[in-house]
């Protein structure tokens, strides 16, 4: 199947998932979808950089939350539609994600996983002191209850972030499955697999691992977009949160983190746990979940769910 056929294949799930949302009659599964999709962007987004390139980086949520305080931004400036805002954050991020490359790809190993902590903390830093966007205090967004698509059609608000965070996660989806299938994602691998054994045999790794990151960058920013007008009121506390950071790293490691549809299968499994979490015992215990799925997995499948399933499959096929 080639990417176009793909990207076709994708977009009909993702129809079909939202109508399905109409026919459950919930309100709340929008709601819940929009997390889980957020969360499909996040993984494969870091998964670029962690799982492709073996390089771990802690500061997704520094990058989420750049996308998110770049919508509050245009929001006090100037209000802007939210799939404008959506290209402005990702030019952003990606901008941020290439210049932290620049300035940390030399390290290697926990050092540079230690700088993309040290640039997180950093970023809030600036955050909570730029009065502009709220500051410490946080930012509140107002919203419509409905919005009217192409002039005819009006869906209620939550639908119409849903939808935006669906075409963002087939966006990343197709953009993993295509670097995994690429020349691009080729050199990703020799750089995971041997780093001095690649520079050796003239693959540019620098340049490999720039696009990484600004790759990755991207498309967590664009993830980060729409999550003001989702919540309502954005602070450093819920832009920064820990929560991210960990899922973001957390779900490609369960699922695995060397093909495309590894990050797919944990967002989805780990996400749907947590939001059952959420509405059956509470928040608090999300955290949890994620480290004892990621000490399980870590133990039983290191390769991640899909790893596991493909060392099963060559079993059965010697038998």
């Known amino acids: ?47 670029i950089l962690g799982g492709y390139c073996g390089y771990v980086n802690f500061g997704s949520a520094a990058f989420f939350a750049l996308g998110a305080y770049t919508t509050v931004f245009f929001y006090k400036f100037y209000p802007l539609p939210i799939p404008l805002l959506i290209v402005i954050a990702a030019v952003v991020s990606g901008i941020v994600g290439f210049g932290m490359g620049y300035l940390t790809l030399r390290l290697r190993g926990a050092f540079f996983a230690i700088a993309t902590l040290a640039m997180a903390v950093v970023l809030q830093t600036l955050v909570v002191n730029w009065d502009f966007v709220g500051g410490s205090r946080g930012a509140y967004i107002v919203k419509t209850e409905t919005v009217t698509i192409a002039g005819f059609i009006t869906i ?43 520079e050796a045999s003239g693959v540019p790794t620098l340049r490999l691992k720039l696009i990484a990151t ?22 450093p506390a819920s832009a920064f949160a820990l929560d991210y950071g960990v899922n973001s790293i957390a779900m490609p490691i369960i699922g695995g983190t060397t093909s495309w549809i590894g990050p797919l299968v944990g967002a989805i499994l780990l996400g749907s746990l947590q939001q059952l979490a959420t509405v059956t015992i509470s928040s608090a215990v999300n955290l949890l979940i994620v480290g004892l799925l990621l000490v ?21 096929r010697k038998k």
């Open 1 to 47: 199947m080639n990417t176009l056929q793909f990207s076709i294949v994708s977009v009909l799930v993702g129809v079909a998932v939202y109508i399905a949302g109409h026919l459950l009659g919930v309100g709340y599964a929008f709601f819940a979808g929009y997390t889980i999709l957020q969360f499909i962007v996040l993984s494969s987004a870091w998964n």
């Open 156 to 198: 209620e608000y939550i639908e119409y972030l849903f939808l935006l965070m669906m075409a963002l996660a087939i966006l990343s989806i197709v953009v993993s499955r295509t670097i995994a299938r690429s020349q691009l994602g080729f050199g990703f691998a020799t750089i995971r697999d041997d780093e001095l054994a690649a």
């Open 214 to 235: 600004t790759l990755s960058g991207a498309l967590m920013g664009m993830a980060g977009a729409p999550f003001p007008y989702y919540i309502g009121y954005l602070q």
């Open 296 to 316: 399980f997995f870590v133990v039983v499948a290191p390769n991640g769910l899909v790893g596991l399933v493909q060392e099963r499959m060559k079993a059965w």
